[in-house]
T-cell receptor, first 119, second 111 residues
Framework: GAVVSQHPSWVICKSGTSVKIECRSL??????MFWYRQFPKQSLMLMAT?????????EQGVEKDKFLINHASLTLSTLTVTSAHPEDSSFYIC???????????????FGSGTRLTVV | SQKIEQNSEALNIQEGKTATLTCNYT??????LQWYRQDPGRGPVFLLL?????KEKRKERLKVTFDTTLKQSLFHITASQPADSATYLC??????????FGSGTRLSIRP
């Protein structure tokens, strides 16, 4: 089945530094990947849609200069949290969907998530 | 805008019973609706997808129904086991090919 690998699984960084999170589709090509943020006991909130070879599309209220997204290949998207602050501490998750084959529609495959703690 | 509501934040049932989770949406009926399982500290895992023209979908002990008149989907786990304890999320895809999630129901199965 489709697998999405996300690294790192957790990271602690100092306030003001930048952190990069990687999301890779291992056995399929993903022209589109999605980045979510999840706070404790809350649901997933879509931050942005990452498009291979073009600029990401950000949801309302998400600062594009703070959350830099790069989707340089069909199997890799990265999210960089720049000048991180404690309020950026959260659980970040990426997802992608395997190509629709034969009329079948598949659900989305999610990475295992990255727990970011900014101190 | 389209909204999804999962009315029960938490559900606690006895092992062996059937767990039933509810998902309601507010506006237009999506072409299909999805259910995911999320364990603590992990990303969601896809379980089932049901199309608007399907009344019911089954997968092992899981069953999903989709009622476009009521704008509701029910998710059932029969013969529940402690290992089924997790948060279950319903989700639908908007016209802009974005997936939006309900707030989730935290299911606990006690032995």
């Amino acid at each position: 089945g489709a697998v999405v690998s996300q690294h790192p699984s957790w990271v602690i960084c100092k306030s003001g530094t930048s952190v990069k999170i990687e999301c890779r589709s291992l056995d399929f090509q993903a022209t589109t990947m999605f980045w979510y943020r999840q706070f404790p006991k809350q649901s997933l909130m879509l931050m942005a849609t990452s498009n291979e070879g073009s600029k990401a599309t950000y949801e309302q209220g998400v600062e594009k200069d703070k959350f830099l997204i790069n989707h340089a290949s069909l199997t890799l998207s990265t999210l960089t949290v720049t000048s991180a602050h404690p309020e950026d501490s959260s659980f970040y998750i990426c997802s992608a969907r395997a190509k629709i084959v034969g009329g079948s529609i598949y659900g989305y495959t999610f990475g295992s998530g990255t727990r970011l703690t900014v101190v | 805008s389209q909204k999804i509501e999962q009315n029960s934040e938490a559900l606690n049932i006895q092992e062996g019973k059937t767990a039933t989770l509810t998902c309601n949406y507010t506006n237009y009926s999506p072409a299909y609706l999805q259910w995911y399982r999320q364990d603590p500290g992990r990303g969601p895992v896809f379980l089932l997808l049901i199309r608007e023209n399907e009344k019911e979908k089954r997968k092992e002990r899981l069953k999903v129904t989709f009622d476009t008149t009521l704008k509701q989907s029910l998710f059932h786990i029969t013969a529940s086991q402690p290992a089924d304890s997790a948060t279950y999320l319903c989700a639908l895809e908007t016209g802009a090919s974005k997936i939006i999630f309900g707030s989730g129901t935290r299911l606990s199965i006690r032995p």
